[in-house]
């Protein structure tokens, strides 16, 4: 079969590693059967330099055409200037809004070759831990009401958090369905004791949950669960939570593995089409030095065939090959404990990971 990609390469080290991506998926075609047609479109601040628009039209068309889309990364500090609604993040919040994907899939599993890379204690780690962490994507305060005003004390800045009953229960059916396909445990994190959109937020988990009564259910305030992160990460197998809650766990829990550089994501609506990234930024103060880390890149591009295609052998076979370069001793510098002396590039690592498919 023939699968059409959207390549959103967008800033700083995105080049590099959605190349790396691109040099798998190439790889895996040929090995199991299957063409990937690739067209490249231009997001964040690429965009703006040649449209004055961090996500032009012309961008969103081609995403809607496509089957998937791989997305790099987007900023950097020439933009820093600009105004909120013309930055390049604000073409994130808009094509996941564009292509209807509300449900954002963040694993955060610790590699066992990555174990002396974590930086928690090997008791606490064990043999390792496999999180999955399900995000709402597309409400709550990013995209809520905000703007300036006079108050009480002068001038201030306001951001608005709101959530539909809708939006809760749709992103917390696919965390116990996500669940019945992995550990059947589910801890939903949020602020109850302060928020009200957490408030109703609880109340509507607790209510989807007696629909699944074959899986272990629990809440969790957040302060509490970046706590629980750092002292006991075994305890997860799928958190569930709001926006802004989801993506600052999400980074925490994509340090304790080791890197930031390793994790991968997936953003899904309701059909097949998705968008895959790596969860970290465009790294502007390394890029075209072939230092950056691909793996985010390349596990995203595994989690696009297993989740929009349906092609799971072939998903398994570039985690497997990831593993044995990591197994073989092979790092990036992002890695903790990697010397710059003992570090491989990103065209290397690419290019043994490749080898690895073999």
């Given amino acids: 079969m023939e699968y059409r990609i959207a390549l959103l390469k967008g800033d700083g080290i995105g080049v590099e590693i959605i190349d ?123 995209f809520g009401e905000r703007g300036y005003r006079q108050g009480k004390l002068g001038e201030e800045a306001f951001d608005t958090e709101a959530y539909s009953v809708t939006e809760i229960e749709r992103i917390g059916r696919a965390a116990f369905e996500i669940a019945r396909k992995r550990g059947r445990r589910v801890t939903s994190i949020d602020k109850a004791n302060v928020l009200e959109t957490s408030r109703l937020w609880r109340k ?59 994790l991968a994501s997936a953003s899904l609506g309701d059909g097949t089409r998705g968008m895959y990234e790596p969860i970290h930024g465009s790294a502007p103060d390394i890029a075209g030095q072939d230092k950056a880390n691909p793996i985010a890149t390349i596990l995203s591009a595994a989690m696009m065939l297993r989740y929009s295609f349906g092609l799971s052998a072939e998903a398994a076979a570039i985690e497997k090959a990831v593993d044995i370069v990591l197994e073989a001793g092979f790092r990036t510098a992002d890695i903790i404990g990697s010397s710059a002396a003992a570090a491989i590039g990103c065209r290397e690592m690419t290019q043994r990971v490749v080898a690895a498919l073999e």
Wanted: hydrophobic fraction near 40%.
């Fill in 204 to 262: 509507t988990m607790h209510s989807l949950a007696e629909n699944y009564t074959d899986i272990e259910y629990r809440d969790m305030l957040v302060d509490n669960a970046a706590m629980q992160l750092v002292r006991d990460p075994k305890q997860f197998d799928v958190i569930v939570t709001s926006n802004m809650f989801g993506d600052i766990l999400s980074d925490e829990a994509s340090q304790i593995t080791g890197s930031i550089g390793m």
């Fill in 20 to 142: 790396s991506a691109v040099a798998v998926l190439e790889r895996i075609g040929e090995k199991f059967g299957h063409s990937f047609r690739f067209t490249p479109y231009i997001i964040g601040g690429a965009a703006i330099d040649e449209t004055g628009d961090p996500l032009p039209a012309e961008t969103v068309k081609g995403c809607r055409a496509s089957d998937s889309v791989l997305l790099g990364a987007v900023g950097g500090p020439k933009w820093d200037g600009l105004p909120g609604d013309k930055r390049p993040e604000k073409a994130l919040l808009g094509i996941r809004k564009a292509l209807g994907l509300y449900t954002n899939l963040r694993p955060a599993k610790l590699f066992p070759a990555l174990k002396g890379a974590s930086p928690l204690r090997e008791d606490i780690v064990g043999a390792g831990f496999d999180i999955m962490i399900v995000r709402e994507l597309t409400g709550g305060i990013y």
